[in-house]
T-cell receptor, first 114, second 113 residues
Framework: DGGITQSPKYLFRKEGQNVTLSCEQNLNHDAMYWYRQDPGQGLRLIYYSQIVNDFQKGDIAEGYSVSREKKESFPLTVTSAQKNPTAFYLC?????????????FGDGTRLSIL | DQQVKQNSPSLSVQEGRISILNCDYTNSMFDYFLWYKKYPAEGPTFLISISSIKDKNEDGRFTVFLNKSAKHLSLHIVPSQPGDSAVYFCAARALQGAQKLVFGQGTRLTINP
C-alpha cells in the first residue's frame, strides 16, 4: 500500500538533546512537508522540500533542521535550541509544489520532554 | 495574524441532519482550498477541495462552497453519520505558494445518535 510512514509514534527528549523524527513515503511524491500541531491549534509549517537536495523554511523553522537526500525520505531534527518542543509532529507529501493535488499526511509523532 | 479562521471550536449535530462547518480567510491571494478530517492521534485525511475558479464542489455526502467576495468557505455534510465525528480543518494555498498550506484552528464535530 502506498503511503507515508512516520516513526516513532511516541518520542521522549531529554533536556539538551537532539532528536530525529523519521518520515518515509512511497507515493513517488516530489514535495514533502513538516508541520507541528499544538493543542487546540491548527497545523503550522516547519519546513518543506519541493525536490531532492532542496528545502525551505516554513513559518516556525527556528530550532529545527531537515535534510532531503532521497526523494522518499525527509527526516526532521528537533534540536536543543527548540525550547518548547512538546507537540504532535506531522509529515506530509504531495505530487508537486504547484499542482492542485492535496497533501497526504502520515499518522504523526508525539514528542514529549522528560 | 490568523489568515484562515474557523470561529466555531465545536459543533454538535443530530445523526441524519446536515452539518455545516465554516471557514473565513483574509488573504485574497489564496487560490485553492481544502478540507481535512482528523481523528485523535492520527494524521489528517483529505476530504475535498475547491479551486478559486469554482464556487461549489461535490463528492458524495460532502459539498464545499466558496464565496470569494465574502472570503468564506463552508463544508456541508449530508446526511451526517456517527463516523463523521472528528476534528475538521480547512486549509488554503496562496498563488505561487508552492503548496504552502495555511490551516485554520479546526472545528470538533460531534454527531449525536
Amino acid at each position: 500500500d502506498g503511503g507515508i510512514t512516520q516513526s516513532p509514534k511516541y518520542l521522549f527528549r531529554k533536556e539538551g538533546q537532539n532528536v530525529t523524527l523519521s518520515c518515509e513515503q512511497n507515493l513517488n511524491h516530489d514535495a514533502m512537508y513538516w508541520y507541528r500541531q499544538d493543542p487546540g491549534q491548527g497545523l503550522r509549517l516547519i519546513y518543506y522540500s519541493q525536490i531532492v537536495n532542496d528545502f525551505q523554511k516554513g513559518d516556525i523553522a527556528e530550532g529545527y533542521s531537515v535534510s532531503r537526500e532521497k526523494k522518499e525520505s525527509f527526516p526532521l531534527t528537533v534540536t536543543s535550541a527548540q525550547k518548547n518542543p512538546t507537540a504532535f509532529y506531522l509529515c506530509a507529501s504531495s505530487q508537486g509544489p504547484y499542482s492542485n493535488q492535496p497533501q497526504h499526511f502520515g499518522d504523526g509523532t508525539r514528542l514529549s520532554i522528560l | 495574524d490568523q489568515q484562515v479562521k474557523q470561529n466555531s471550536p465545536s459543533l454538535s449535530v443530530q445523526e441524519g441532519r446536515i452539518s455545516i462547518l465554516n471557514c473565513d480567510y483574509t488573504n485574497s491571494m489564496f487560490d485553492y482550498f481544502l478540507w481535512y478530517k482528523k481523528y485523535p492521534a492520527e494524521g489528517p485525511t483529505f476530504l475535498i477541495s475547491i479551486s478559486s475558479i469554482k464556487d461549489k464542489n461535490e463528492d458524495g455526502r460532502f459539498t464545499v462552497f466558496l464565496n470569494k467576495s465574502a472570503k468564506h468557505l463552508s463544508l456541508h455534510i449530508v446526511p451526517s453519520q456517527p463516523g463523521d465525528s472528528a476534528v475538521y480543518f480547512c486549509a488554503a494555498r496562496a498563488l505561487q505558494g508552492a503548496q504552502k498550506l495555511v490551516f485554520g484552528q479546526g472545528t470538533r464535530l460531534t454527531i449525536n445518535p
